[in-house]
């Protein structure tokens, strides 16, 4: 589909980023808080037209940024820091048991199959960071997934977010996973508040039981979406993905065959 509904948010928002790029001229910066193993931010470094030529990655986990560091050796143009991000600047505790992706500053709210290992990380206020380095303005895109602490990391950048106006991705977690985690609902009502809003949802996952449990979303200005052509394409479901990549798949050996047939023929 031209406008990308039939995979991931990182499908969508290449084509979207492409499709805007005015929204980021002169904002050459991405920010990857909750970095993990830096797969969005590699995806969105290789995009055609270089609209990103800067990085900063923040990741605690040390088994996540030895990957970092890696993975991004030879990329002078990614900055990694080994530090969480908060509200409030300072060192807090980070818990994480099992895989290394579901580590945060927020203790877990469900029993985990692994002891829970605690340790002390170092924790930036994004606007004081941004702001000492004089790239607050700076910023294109902003993403944030750190296991229900999302809006305190908001909280402590929002004059970065009115200097500069970034696209932001955050994760939306319906399910109680971490003690005081913020709610999709609150999430969403401080990017109204912020003049933000919602532009896509996708990576939804449910539980066993059929309940949404949690979701990625791209939040953008809101007078981006404030105006838009009357048509309205359906997102497709797998089943409708799968039928019209096969229905591709024989469109080409169709064209194969002709080809030959022609061939032959000549």
């Not at 790029?21 to 931010?41: E, I, M, R, S, T």
């Not at 990614?78 to 580590?103: M, S």
Request: glycine letters at 8%; charged letters at 20%.
């Amino acid at each position: 589909m031209s406008i990308a509904l039939d995979g991931s948010l990182e499908k969508w928002l290449q084509h979207q980023v492409a499709a805007n790029q005015a929204c980021f001229q002169g904002k050459p910066l991405l920010l990857d808080v909750g970095a993990y193993h830096g797969d969005f931010a590699s995806l969105l470094l290789a995009q055609a037209g270089g609209l990103f030529n800067r990085a900063i990655l923040f990741e605690p986990n040390p088994a996540n940024l030895a990957h970092l560091r890696e993975r991004f050796a030879s990329s002078p143009q990614v900055r990694l820091e080994e530090a969480a991000c908060d509200e409030v600047a300072g060192e807090h505790e980070f818990f994480c048991a099992g895989p290394t992706y579901t580590g945060s500053l927020l203790r877990y709210d469900t029993a985990t199959v692994e002891p829970v290992q605690k340790s002390v990380v170092r924790c930036y206020q994004l606007d004081s960071y941004l702001n000492e380095r004089g790239l607050a303005d700076k910023v294109g895109l902003l993403k944030i997934d750190t296991q229900g602490n999302d809006l305190r990391v908001l909280r402590g950048a929002a004059d970065s977010l009115r200097a500069s106006q970034p696209w932001v991705v955050a994760e939306l977690i319906y399910v109680p996973l971490y003690e005081d985690q913020a709610t999709a609902h609150e999430i969403c009502a401080w990017f109204a508040s912020q003049g933000y809003g919602m532009a896509a949802q996708f990576n939804e996952y449910y539980t066993a039981t059929g309940w949404l449990a949690w979701s990625d979303a791209c939040f953008v200005p809101r007078n981006l979406t404030a105006t838009f052509p009357a048509d309205f394409p359906p997102r497709p479901i797998a089943g409708q993905v799968k039928q019209e990549e096969r229905r591709g798949w024989w469109r080409r050996l169709r064209k194969q065959s002709k080809r030959t047939f022609k061939d032959g023929r000549d």
